[in-house]
């Protein structure tokens, strides 16, 4: 079993940043690739950022150039940093951890997610 926890969330003005966290523990030898998912109210989940095992990115082209991922593999934590944050943000961020090496494969695992609200 894999338990991913979140943290990190919280209230920001537009323009302004905050980092994700995601802590892995339990069977983590069995994580490929990791990444962040968010669903706003009443739209799908999607992809936000995620990233392989060896560092290659892939971003939605909505956060390309304000949002960066990233992971340490010795603290088995996965990281979003999102800067210049824009009202349609708002979501809940999902953390994700998959058995396939790609970013853009099936999930296997996932967090309880951490509410993001950009709002002034």
């Known amino acids: 079993q894999v338990q991913l926890v979140e943290s990190g969330g919280g209230l920001v003005q537009p323009g302004g940043s905050l980092r994700l966290s995601c802590a892995a523990s339990?069977?983590?030898?069995?994580?490929?690739?990791m990444g962040w998912y968010r669903q706003a109210p009443g739209k799908q989940r999607e992809l936000v950022a995620a990233i392989t095992s060896g560092g290659s990115a892939d971003y939605a082209d909505s956060v390309k150039g304000r949002f960066t991922i990233s992971r340490d593999n010795a603290k088995n934590t996965v990281y979003l940093q999102m800067n210049s944050l824009k009202p349609e943000d708002t979501a809940v961020y999902y953390c994700?951890?998959?058995?396939?090496?790609?970013?853009?494969?099936?999930?296997?695992?996932w967090g309880q997610g951490t509410q993001v609200t950009v709002s002034s």
């Open positions: 339990g069977s983590i030898f069995s994580i490929y690739a």
């Open positions: 994700a951890g998959s058995e396939v090496n790609s970013a853009r494969g099936v999930y296997d695992y």
